[in-house]
């Protein structure tokens, strides 16, 4: 497992996160929310990766600050946290704010798939 300190000054938790799809590799800065049930990575990476996601047939509700809102789940082949992988991983396709600290979302889907470790007393995440 590989432990990383965080600051515990700032407002998120921000983790360099590695996506493999049908076609490339993408490196993504993620927050920690363990509020989201699923992760979420943007439209574009999705599409970049060589997945489809607007003929998904799964959808997900989303209750965001501008209201509620449907979007696509997909499956990647890979993402990679810390030097531990997720295999076939369901993300959920949505752009965040353009002003975020990150590209998406680290859901708690995959930080239970992950087995995480949060200690605040130390500022560190394990994985």
Avoid at 3 to 20: A, C, G, H, Q
Avoid at 82 to 107: A, F, M, T
Wanted: charged share 30%; with cysteine; glycine share 6%.
């Amino acid at each position: 497992m590989a432990k990383l300190k965080f600051d515990p000054s700032l407002p998120v938790i921000v983790l360099d996160v590695t996506l493999e799809g049908k076609i490339v590799k993408r490196r993504i800065k993620m927050a920690v929310d363990t509020g989201a049930t699923y992760t979420m990575i943007p439209w574009e990476i999705a599409e970049a990766l060589g997945y489809r996601p607007d003929i998904s047939v799964q959808r997900v509700t989303l209750i965001t600050a501008s209201g509620i809102e449907r979007a696509p789940l997909i499956k990647i082949d890979s993402l990679r946290v810390c030097n531990k992988e997720v295999k076939n991983g369901k993300v959920i396709c949505h752009d965040l704010p353009q002003k975020s600290y990150v590209d998406g979302l680290l859901g708690l889907n995959t930080l239970k798939e992950l087995k995480v470790k949060i200690d605040f007393g130390e500022a560190t995440i394990e994985a």
